[in-house]
């Protein structure tokens, strides 16, 4: 893919002062400092750069070499690799960082690294003198398709996943799929779990994107050939498409926003995905992996309420199956996923509201409160256990 097949994604949200370009195509880690420079300006003159010893070991070099070919100097800053590491401490010591390196109201961050490093360093970034601009790289795919488009930013907690954050939009946002050669194979299948989802509340255009970009990954494992790289160029290009054009409706998923457009709809699957994680400390499951679970257990709870045919969960499933073997999750204790659940911060008026599918494209918000007694109970408890999965 040359760079005149980069994809340019515009992404405008309301009440924002500019729209921001989200770059998805091949080799364009060349041209950050270009990229940079052009979403913020020709004053640019400071960025801090931070990611984690494993990402920029790869590609730190490189982002810094084009960073000075543009005339922009940067400091760089390394924090943990791995969910565990999402955490007020490492946002902490980020802001220590920051102020360290001077970093002022007209220098920005830029992270590069996946879900953890940008939403980490985006909440910083955030915070730091109320704010600094942000350009995201993310180099990973679930990162590429979700954490790094909308304006999410946050940490983990001892009492949840994602319930410390903010919203800050990046200028700009780097998605080169050159980058995801290097990428750990659970990795790649945690980022096509999610795009699953994606699919799953979009419809049959996006699920069948998906199938395409899960065929190309099982035909070319490292992602190498131009050809795969052109389909998930593409394929990212349309789930980030898709995902703005939620945002633009709903910038910071208004609390009373239900419609199958609300940002809440995004939640799918994440809702028992956040329980699973936090239950197991944030290291047994890949994010990704835990949304597939995730899908599926909205799934079958859609079917059990009578919402969703049997032919679409075996549709859905069958997509799942394909990108790969799930960690299994018989041995993770009931008692502490169902604990996890009620501090979900998707809950409203003391219920979850849980995003759950009427059919492929037709999500929809339902509170646990007008479901039968016990209904979550009942299906979390064969969910969790080995003889009926």
Known sequence: MTESETIKVGVRIPGETAEYQILCGSGLLENTGEVVRAALGGDVRRVAVVSNRKVFGLYGEQVERSLKRGGISAESFLIGDGERFKTLRTAEKILGFLNTAGIKRG????????????????????????????????????AMIDSSVGGKTGVNSSFGKNLIGTFHQPAAVIADVSVLATLDPREMSAGLFEAVKHGAISGEKLLRTTEKMIVARNRDPRLNGAETQAVFAKG????????????????????????????????????????????????????????????????????????????????????????????????????????????????HGGSIDWVLLEGIGRPVIVSESTFPRGTVLKQLKAFLSPTQR
């Open 107 to 142: 220098d920005a961050v830029i992270t590069l690294g996946g879900g953890v490093v940008g939403d980490a360093a985006g909440f910083a970034a955030s915070l730091h003198l109320r704010g600094v601009r942000l350009v995201q790289i993310p180099t990973t795919l679930l």
């Open 236 to 347: 990212i290009a349309e789930h980030v498409r898709f995902k703005a054009s939620i945002v633009k409706g709903d910038a910071r998923e208004a609390v009373t926003a239900t419609g199958n457009r609300s940002r809440k709809i995004l939640n799918f699957g994440h809702t028992l995905a956040h329980a699973l994680e936090l239950a197991t400390g944030y290291r047994y499951l890949k994010h990704g992996e835990a949304v597939g679970h995730g899908v599926q257990f909205a799934a079958e709870l859609s079917k059990r309420l009578e919402l969703l045919p049997a032919n679409s969960i075996k549709s859905l499933n069958d997509v799942v199956h394909r990108v790969g073997n799930l960690p299994p999750v018989d041995k993770i204790g009931f008692e502490a996923v169902f604990s996890a659940l009620s501090n979900d911060k998707k809950s």
